[in-house]
């Protein structure tokens, strides 16, 4: 690993929740869903790629050939499915097969010949992307590095610089959900992060979820943030009794066409940092 890491170009930070999950837990596991991902019992499906690509493919080292005497029908495992869908996505960005076959390389660092997938680090993420809602790209760069990452793993690299080259991205979770389409499978693009967050960003969450809040205003005010919530009501007993339980807050009534609207205010001062 570490002759591996010697001459990279892009670096990713060392990962506890890979060491635990991927080292520790799924690689060199002999878990059901290895079993799952590997069985070859499915056709090529809606790509419909003709036999002349993919005996290309199999020339070229991007797709293994397990067939008889490289002859007949070959059908494909989960794994290989997804696989075929990277490759016709990075060939969709003008990526030739040799420089492929670099990626396939790149994410079989881990693939022994004892393992009951063909391939353990895309395994472990479609089981990921099959089982939660954090994203999961590809990451291929200029030089042909490619690794795949929870979108927070690209992010810390990212924002410390380890990062060199700039790179192309393919959603895992898109394809996965691609081969899964009675299963709705749910990605959290937002709140992907297992990075703390802070008091402000919590706060704001916590606001936005409420089904009863209309508005949400946030100001700096010295060392503080004050982030106010807004209500609004036609009801003067609901608004009443809104105010009633508030600590910090305001009530205005606004008329239209004789007609009372209530906008109740809840002021709320939140620390910085």
Not at 232 to 244: Q, R
Request: aromatic share 10%.
């Amino acid at each position: 690993m570490k002759d591996y890491l010697k001459n990279r170009k892009n670096i990713f930070c060392a990962s506890d929740w890979f060491d635990l999950n991927f080292l520790g837990g799924f690689y060199g596991s002999d878990k059901p869903i290895k079993i799952f991902l590997s069985e070859q019992t499915h056709k090529i499906g809606e790509e419909r790629l003709s036999s002349r690509v993919l005996n290309h493919w199999y020339a070229a080292g991007v797709l293994k050939d397990d067939r008889p005497n490289g002859k007949g029908w070959k059908k494909f495992s989960i794994s290989e499915l997804i696989w075929i869908g990277i490759v016709i996505k990075l060939r969709g960005f003008g990526l030739d097969l040799a420089r492929i076959k670099k990626v396939k390389e790149e994410i079989d660092i881990y693939t022994t010949s004892y393992d009951i997938s063909q391939c353990p680090l895309l395994d472990f993420h479609i089981f990921l992307a099959m089982s939660s809602p954090i994203p999961v790209k590809l990451i291929v760069f200029e030089s042909g590095e490619a690794n795949i990452k929870r979108q927070v793993d690209i992010d810390i690299a990212n924002q410390n610089g380890l990062l060199t080259e700039d790179f192309i991205t393919i959603d895992l979770n898109k394809l996965v959900q691609k081969c899964f389409k009675t299963k709705k499978l749910s990605t959290d693009y937002l709140s992907y992060s297992d990075i703390p967050k802070s008091s402000i960003v919590k706060e704001i969450e916590k606001s936005l979820s409420a089904d009863d809040i209309q508005a949400v205003t946030i100001r700096v005010k010295g060392k503080d943030y004050v982030l106010d919530e807004e209500f609004f009501t036609k009801d003067k007993t609901k608004a009443n009794a809104l105010m009633s339980v508030l600590q910090f807050g305001s009530l205005i009534e606004k008329k239209n066409a004789g007609k009372s609207t209530y906008q109740v205010i809840n002021k709320k001062r939140i620390k910085k940092g």
